[in-house]
Each structure stands twice: as structure tokens, then as C-alpha cells.
T-cell receptor, first 117, second 114 residues
Framework: AQKITQTQPGMFVQEKEAVTLDCTYD???????LFWYKQPSSGEMIFLIY??????QNATEGRYSLNFQKARKSANLVISASQLGDSAMYFC??????????????FGSGTQLTVLP | DTEVTQTPKHLVMGMTNKKSLKCEQH?????MYWYKQKAKKPPELMFV???????INESVPSRFSPECPNSSLLNLHLHALQPEDSALYLC?????????????FGSGTRLTVV
């Protein structure tokens, strides 16, 4: 079964508007972390935002916020006031397991976001 | 500027060549990773080093050989590669690999095997 599901292969948004990128996850661990990364065409994976499983508040970082609904196992990324430079591939990822162990980051299939002028 | 430095940025090699990819970080991270990424796909984990010891090898063919000379450096030695090995190779590091540690990625090496 997929651990991370991103159901939107491609999304379009008008410049200056907000957009939500969907992510659902599957885990039986109590302790886990959820991450969003942006990958422009240049290839670098840029960390955007993190949400811990025990965090009660939704994470925010500038124009990025994470809509965390633990019971629904969803961690959607909201980008406000989209800019042309936001056009990129966006990956949702999860890391499970206890602290002190090198556990892998599991990625979703990604959403290609295009911001229209 | 990325805090994880990968060299070279681009590499073209023949199937009989031997080459190495290099990765360096100075953030004091104790876990380092190699990923392979094909176009429009998520990164696939290849190897994990934790405290300079190989802790995860995701059934990668032996033509890829990782090496961690010290806590700041990670190499990937390439030998007798196939054209299907052409991809973006990403290096990453994290504090310890626990669930709340984020991976910091380098900008990658675009490898073409001819």
C-alpha cells in the first residue's frame, strides 16, 4: 500500500491566488514527521515545511502553511499569494520510527504546479 | 546557497568508465543518504549511512559502491553503468534520521551514461 498519496499529478493556479496541494499518508506509528519539498527544474530539493505528529498547531512558514488533519491522515500544503517562481514539482514526504534510527524518508509521487501570469 | 555540496553537477560517462560522485556537508549531520531520481518521479533511496556506517542498502546493483570516508563526506563510486542508470543523483543529510529530522539535499548530479 502507498504510504504517501498525492492525487494531483498537475495543478494550475493564477498568479497571486492561493492553491492547495493534497497529501494523504498511511502509518501505524504514533511518532512521525511530515515534510513538503519543492523541486524546481534545476533539480535541487528545497525543504519548505515540517509538521510533527504530536504538533497541535498547523505549521506555517511564510507563504506556506500545512493543513494537518490527523484523524483523516492528511497534510495538505497551502501556498498563499502564488508567484511565478512557485512553478515546480512539490513532494510530500513522511518519516516514521523512533528517534536515533536512520529511517528513510518516504515520498509521494509529486504534484507539478504551474503558476500562470 | 545549499548546505550540502555535490560535485560534479553534470557527468557524462561511457559504460566502461569508472567515476565518482562526491557529497560534502558541514552541518554536523550524522546521517547521509544517496538517492536516484528519474524525470517526473520521486527520489528513490539507494543508501543510508548513519554515524559513518552503512545502515541501509536498498538492493542497489554492485556497480554502485558507496563510501563514507568521514562524517562530512559521502562518495558514490560508479563502474560499468548501463544507460538506464542515467538519472539525477541526490545526496542528502540529516541530524540523526529520527522521524522529526528533515533531510537537507544537495543540488544533485545529472548523470548520463552513453
Amino acid at each position: 500500500a502507498q504510504k504517501i498519496t498525492q492525487t494531483q499529478p498537475g495543478m494550475f493556479v493564477q498568479e497571486k491566488e492561493a492553491v492547495t496541494l493534497d497529501c494523504t499518508y498511511d502509518t501505524s506509528d504514533q511518532s512521525y514527521g511530515l515534510f513538503w519539498y519543492k523541486q524546481p527544474s534545476s533539480g535541487e530539493m528545497i525543504f519548505l515545511i515540517y509538521q510533527g505528529s504530536y504538533d497541535e498547531q498547523n505549521a506555517t512558514e511564510g507563504r506556506y502553511s500545512l493543513n494537518f488533519q490527523k484523524a483523516r491522515k492528511s497534510a495538505n500544503l497551502v501556498i498563499s499569494a502564488s508567484q511565478l517562481g512557485d512553478s515546480a514539482m512539490y513532494f510530500c514526504a513522511m518519516r516514521e520510527g523512533p528517534s536515533g534510527s536512520a529511517r528513510q524518508l518516504t515520498f509521494g509521487s509529486g504534484t507539478q504546479l504551474t503558476v500562470l501570469p | 546557497d545549499t548546505e550540502v555540496t555535490q560535485t560534479p553537477k553534470h557527468l557524462v560517462m561511457g559504460m566502461t568508465n569508472k567515476k565518482s560522485l562526491k557529497c560534502e556537508q558541514h552541518m554536523g549531520h550524522r546521517a547521509m543518504y544517496w538517492y536516484k531520481q528519474k524525470a517526473k518521479k520521486p527520489p528513490e533511496l539507494m543508501f543510508v549511512y548513519s554515524y559513518e556506517k552503512l545502515s541501509i542498502n536498498e538492493s542497489v546493483p554492485s556497480r554502485f559502491s558507496p563510501e563514507c570516508p568521514n562524517s562530512s563526506l559521502l562518495n558514490l563510486h560508479l563502474h560499468a553503468l548501463q544507460p538506464e542508470d542515467s538519472a539525477l543523483y541526490l545526496c542528502a543529510s540529516s541530524q540523526e534520521g529520527g522521524p522529526h529530522s528533515k533531510n537537507t539535499f544537495g543540488s544533485g548530479t545529472r548523470l548520463t551514461v552513453v
